[in-house]
């Protein structure tokens, strides 16, 4: 009370008391999630203002070598470089993976409307301020031969000649592009906010026809034997022809935010109220094999098919693993964070030096950024980023 | 806070859905329908503040009398309250229970709104009415600003929609200050020695304050919550302009009737002892009640109820 008798004491406890205020509704949300890929053999990992390279052995960062194949060193630590980038601009915000560009430069999307050049084997960004946007980007670049499908999350479908990011075309939506285009021979096929899933020419940008679903499209088409599938917030799945008529559809509990996974001829979805189905996909429509709850949260990412096993992901920090043929969960882990990016099976090759298939799974928690479990999940995570 | 959350996100979208798909409508007429429901806590507010100016000279006159006693001048000043039926707290607590309904409204705007994926993934499940999927998601442009950020400064002179931020954190900054003007209770007379009255120094400051304190949290928050603001100032002083025409019950016309239909004896000791004053505090708040006018009974010339039931 002493403090509140001067009115300066008065003035700093009012003041004191927005500052408070402003502090309850909490720290500010990153506006999206990251992104898991291979690049040279290696995971590159993207969330927030860093890109990180790992090894997908045991997940230890990667050096970067100069060309006699000695590590660099930086001069001012003597310690080695790893590859590892960080936004210096403090709006640099990076969601989805970079893609390559030309021989040793990447183009990473950043969410704050640009498109920020990377030099590879040097790890350095070069050009910070980066080549301007219209909008912000959530969703991935399409790299095709000429032209780089850029969507944007607010509105429009951009493409840019890859060669020097002119703008070849523009394609209006009326609300934002959060899923990557799906291009089949000369055309583009596009999901939008706006509730439309749009054909359009992929040379001049010119629409050829438009679909609306009744309900926001966050998810991208999958194109299998002939035909698109897709989920979307009117709560359905459908089935829908190349030249834009619905073949078949099925009614969710929730939204359908993932990409659908369609392995020997069934469906696999997750919605946003942790239920996973899985349709059989038959002539004439969907056959539902079976529906599970799974989660107590939502289920975002796409879900993962690996042997007898369907792996779905959620925001509740566990991730199932299912047996295939039922959909009970067989054993689920927990990664301490929500998981809202997509999963990435990772499958020993001749150049990716792993003993044993991977599943990688990104959360949200830079503490817990990546975890690495043997895909059939019988074991605690192989590794975790960072350790 | 999915309680309050939820059933707010719902709302929104309806009177989205409802004022065909204009967002700033349906905050404008969520606004007023929060108003309506904090009705009863406003007038309480109101009567509070009447109450409290009008025992200001009898408060003063006990800080000079126990001025070197804080313990019985705190106890003096619960006795006075308790005698007048005051809650020192009646003027604080409608504006408190405030703040959780505008953290919850800044929620629900940037939920409803959800310009980005993880604002969006956490708008799915809390629709309570099955088919408002169906608007989702809501236009979050008005006069070329976004409702869910907080108004851009950084492009102000580029071109006339530009100016609309600084137009927007103007009218928040003008009707909170309007608002307050009204509402709040006007300067009493200093008092003999010439101190300053503290309650009334506080009022002042609230008056520069709190325009600041809002121009600064719409820097801070959504555009959205900016429209909020104004809206429930034009609401708070139109809701102002009403009562007063047909003049609050229970004002303090009450409590000066009070006072003066008690018994001398039984009222409050006599002048001099301690806890005096009733017959002062009469004496000192009578001119200053409801502008003069006759006050405490009813036309009829009946007692008010309270009054009555007081005795």
Known sequence: MALMRSRTGFLAAALLLALALTACTGAPLEPSWGDISLLDNNILVTFGNVMIQLNPVDGSPVNLYDPEGQIRTDPATQTARRWEITGTDATTRFYQAPFLWDEDLLLAPSYDRKLVEIENSAARLVNVTGYPLPGHIVAPVLPADDLLYVPLSENDLLALNRDDLSQAWRFATRRGIWAEPLLVDDTLYVTSMDHNLYAVDSVTGQEIWRLDLGGAIASAPVLHDGALYIGNFARKLYKISLDGVILAEYSTVDWVWGTPTIVDDTLYAADLVGNVYALAIDGDGFVELWRQQTAARAIRPSVVVYQDRVIAASRDHFVYWLNRETGETIVRHDVRAEVMADLLLLEPTEGLDIREPLLLVSTMARDNLLFAFAADGNSEPRWKYPR | ?311
């Open chain 2, 1 to 311: 806070m999915d309680f309050i959350l939820n059933p707010f996100v719902t709302l929104l979208t309806f009177l989205y859905r409802v004022f065909g798909n204009d967002m700033v409508l349906s905050i404008a007429v969520f606004t007023v329908l929060v108003r309506l429901l904090t009705l009863p806590l406003t007038l309480q507010q109101q009567r509070s503040t009447r109450a409290m100016q009008q025992i200001q000279p009898e408060m003063r006159r006990l800080q000079e009398k126990y001025k070197n006693d804080r313990e019985k001048l705190a106890a003096e000043q619960m006795t006075l309250y308790r005698e007048y039926g005051i809650n020192p707290l009646g003027g604080c607590l409608p504006l408190l229970i405030q703040f959780p309904i505008f953290i919850a409204l800044y929620q629900a705007i940037n939920m409803a709104l959800a310009a980005t994926p993880t604002q969006m993934i956490d708008t799915a499940g809390r629709l309570l009415v099955p088919g408002l999927d169906s608007v989702i998601p809501l236009n979050n442009r008005w006069l070329g600003m976004d409702l869910t950020q907080p108004p851009n400064l950084n492009t102000v002179g580029t071109s006339i929609e530009s100016f609309f931020p600084i137009i927007l954190l103007g009218l928040v900054g003008i009707t909170t200050w309007l608002q307050f003007k009204m509402t709040m209770p006007k300067p009493a007379a200093p008092s003999p020695d010439g101190k300053p009255d503290q309650a009334q120094a506080m009022t002042q400051s609230m008056g520069t304050i709190m325009p600041i304190m809002y121009v600064f949290f719409s820097l801070s928050f959504s555009v959205g919550l900016s429209i909020y603001f104004i809206v429930s100032n034009v609401v708070g002083i139109a809701q102002y302009a009403v009562l007063n025409r047909n003049k609050l019950p229970a004002t303090p016309a009450e409590i000066v009737d009070k006072a003066a239909e008690k018994p001398a004896d039984k009222a409050l000791p006599a002048k001099g002892s301690a806890g005096s004053g009733a017959s002062a505090a009469v004496k000192n708040v009578r001119p200053n009640t409801a502008a003069g006018k006759p006050s405490g009974n009813k036309p009829n010339g009946k007692p008010t109820a309270k009054a009555s039931k007081a005795k």
